[in-house]
C-alpha cells in the first residue's frame, strides 16, 4: 500500500539490521535532542513529494540535535585522523514512504571540510562546513557553532543528567528518537539510506543555558515557540547503508 501510515510494526521492523554490507561505521555520542511542535502545513511546503509528513497524535515534530562523531570511516579502511572526528549540527523533522518512517535533514553543519564534501558526494545530503566547538566540564557540555557563511548559529550548554529508561514502541519519546533510515532528493528522485544501532541510550536533561539559534530560521522557516522537549544521547555505534532510490 502506497504512502501509508507507518504502524507500530513497520517502525520495529525499519530498526532490525539490513541485509547486506554496510559501507560506512560511526561513533555518535553528547547528542541533544531539542524538539519543538511545528505545523504540518509549514513542513509540508519544503518536504518534496512524494514523502508525506510523519506526525504522532497529528502532530509535527521540527529538531535541532547537536552531537560529536568518532570513528567515522568507510567500512573497508580504518579510522583516519583527518576524517573520522567532527562534530555536527542538523535539523531535522520526520517522513514517511510507503510505510517506512525516517528522517529528513534540512541542513548538517559539520567542522570537517572532508567529510562535508563526502557526505555531499556520496549521500546527496545538505551539508555545510561550519566552525564547531564542543566542551566538557564533568556533566557540563557547552557546544557552538558558526557556519562559514555567517548565515546559520547556533549556541547551547546543557548537563547531562541520570539515565532514562530505553524509548519504549509508541511513545512520543520512541517516535522522535528511534529513527532508523534517512531520505534525501537528487535530481528529483527520492533515495533511503538506511542505518543500524542498537536502541539510544538516553539521559536526562531539563535546562538550557546561554541557549541562542537562527538554524530553523536559517533553512526558511518560522522560529518555534515555547521550550524544546530536551533528551540527552549516546554514545551509539552506528552503521550505514548505500542510498537506494525509492522514488521519482
Keep these: 500500500m502506497i504512502n501509508r501510515l507507518p504502524s507500530i ?7 532490525e ?21 511545528i505545523p ?7 518536504i518534496p513529494e512524494p514523502l508525506m509528513i510523519d506526525t504522532f497524535d497529528g502532530k509535527a515534530w521540527i529538531a535541532i540535535t547537536p552531537l560529536t562523531i568518532w570513528n567515522a570511516r568507510p567500512s573497508f579502511i580504518p579510522p583516519l585522523p583527518v576524517l573520522s572526528r567532527l562534530h555536527e549540527l542538523n535539523v531535522r523533522t520526520y ?10 535533514f534540512f541542513s548538517l553543519d559539520a567542522n570537517n571540510p572532508l567529510a562535508v564534501t563526502a557526505a555531499r558526494t556520496l549521500f ?23 557556519r562559514s557563511d555567517n548565515e546559520a548559529e547556533f549556541k547551547a550548554a546543557w548537563t547531562i543528567g541520570a539515565d532514562l529508561p530505553k524509548a519504549q514502541p509508541g511513545s512520543l519519546d520512541y517516535f522522535l528518537i528511534e529513527r532508523y533510515c534517512l531520505y534525501t532528493t537528487d535530481k528529483e528522485k527520492i533515495y533511503r539510506c538506511r542505518i543500524h544501532h542498537e536502541p539510544w541510550r538516553l539521559q536526562k536533561t531539563e535546562t538550557l543555558f546561554e541557549y541562542k539559534s537562527n538554524m530553523i530560521e536559517a533553512n526558511g522557516l518560522q522560529a518555534p515557540t515555547g521550550e524544546p522537549l530536551l533528551h540527552c544521547g549516546g554514545p551509539v555505534h552506528v552503521d550505514v547503508w548505500a542510498l537506494e532510490e525509492v522514488a521519482e
Excluded: C, T
Excluded at 40 to 46: M, S
Excluded at 95 to 104: A, D, E, Q, S
Design 9 to 15: 510494526k513497520d517502525r520495529l521492523l525499519v530498526r
Design 17 to 37: 539490521r539490513p541485509s547486506g554490507i554496510p559501507v560506512m561505521h560511526q561513533s555518535w555520542d553528547k547528542l541533544l535532542f531539542m524538539h519543538w511542535e
Design 40 to 46: 504540518v502545513e509549514e513542513l509540508r511546503k519544503v
Design 95 to 104: 517522513v514517511y514512504l510507503n510505510g517506512v518512517p525516517g528522517v529528513w
Design 124 to 146: 546527496s545530503l545538505p551539508y555545510y562546513n561550519a566552525s564547531i566547538s564542543l566542551e566538557e566540564d564533568g556533566d557540563r557540555i557547552v557546544f557552538e557553532s558558526n
